[in-house]
Nanobody, 116 residues
Framework: QVQLVESGGGLVQAGGSLKLSCAAS????????IGWYRQAPGKQRELVAA???????NYADSVKGRFTISRDSAKNTVYLQMNNLKPEDTAVYYC??????????WGQGTQVTVSS
């Protein structure tokens, strides 16, 4: 099992920045991929960014050039640096860990609100 705890959300004005953290515990040695997802009211949950076990990253087109996913393996923590935030980035952001076994785990989510 893997437990995920997100933090760093909040209220920010358009153009501002936030840095989200996803701290993992448990069987972290089995983690193959960690992704940040978001879900806005009335919309489906969507992938924002992901980082693989080998360090490869990918981003949704809507956040390319503004968001950066990174990790600190010593702290078992993955970060999402969000710059130049837009009102349409407003959502609950979730961390997801996909294990080598195929099982995935979700964090509880953190709210990001961007005011115009």
């Amino acid at each position: 099992q893997v437990q995920l705890v997100e933090s760093g959300g909040g209220l920010v004005q358009a153009g501002g920045s936030l840095k989200l953290s996803c701290a993992a515990s448990g069987s972290t040695f089995l983690v193959n991929l960690i992704g940040w997802y978001r879900q806005a009211p009335g919309k489906q949950r969507e992938l924002v960014a992901a980082i693989s076990r080998g360090g490869s990253t990918n981003y949704a087109d809507s956040v390319k050039g503004r968001f950066t996913i990174s990790r600190d393996s010593a702290k078992n923590t993955v970060y999402l640096q969000m710059n130049n935030l837009k009102p349409e980035d407003t959502a609950v952001y979730y961390c997801n860990a996909m294990l080598l076994t195929g099982t995935s785990y979700w964090g509880q989510g953190t709210q990001v609100t961007v005011s115009s």
